[in-house]
């Protein structure tokens, strides 16, 4: 099996825990995996809203994003909700990004999926 670039496209942060699990069996399998955190979905990745999330969804979500990390699955936030929107507090690991990358990569990959 040839493995693929995926690119996740998270805007909603009730979607995140899906998609970091859906992210993490992409990487087992050898796929390079990138996912981009906007708008709502971008608070996911606030040290400060971590708590509330797991409440809400009744999930670990720092694991989840820790396991991730170390699978070697790339962690992007947009630099408008990181920087100047929200002045969110980024987990470590996770990369500032804007337009420019998010479409370069999206260009690049295999597979788009937005959520």
Same mark, same amino acid.
């Given at each position: 099996?040839?493995?693929?670039?995926?690119?996740?496209?998270?805007?909603?942060?009730?979607?995140?825990?899906?998609?970091?699990?859906?992210?993490?069996?992409?990487?087992?399998?050898?796929?390079?995996?990138?996912?981009?955190?906007?708008?709502?979905?971008?608070?996911? *990745?606030?040290?400060?809203? /971590?708590?509330?999330? =797991?409440?809400?969804?009744?999930?670990?979500?720092?694991?989840? $994003?820790? %396991? +991730?990390?170390?699978?070697?699955?790339?962690?992007?936030?947009?630099?408008?909700?990181? *920087?100047?929107?929200?002045? /969110?507090?980024?987990? =470590?690991?996770?990369?500032?990004?804007?337009?420019?990358?998010? $479409?370069? %990569? +999206?260009?690049?990959?295999?597979?788009?999926?937005?959520?």
């Amino acid at each position: 099996m040839t493995a693929k670039k995926v690119l996740y496209f998270v805007s909603l942060s009730s979607n995140v825990p899906y998609v970091l699990k859906e992210a993490l069996e992409k990487a087992k399998n050898k796929n390079e995996v990138k996912v981009f955190f906007d708008l709502d979905g971008a608070r996911a *990745l606030d040290q400060r809203y /971590l708590n509330q999330l =797991n409440r809400t969804h009744g999930t670990d979500l720092e694991f989840l $994003l820790k %396991t +991730a990390l170390d699978s070697g699955i790339k962690l992007y936030g947009c630099q408008m909700n990181v *920087l100047i929107a929200d002045g /969110l507090v980024l987990v =470590n690991g996770v990369e500032v990004a804007g337009v420019a990358t998010f $479409l370069e %990569t +999206a260009y690049q990959a295999d597979d788009v999926l937005s959520y």
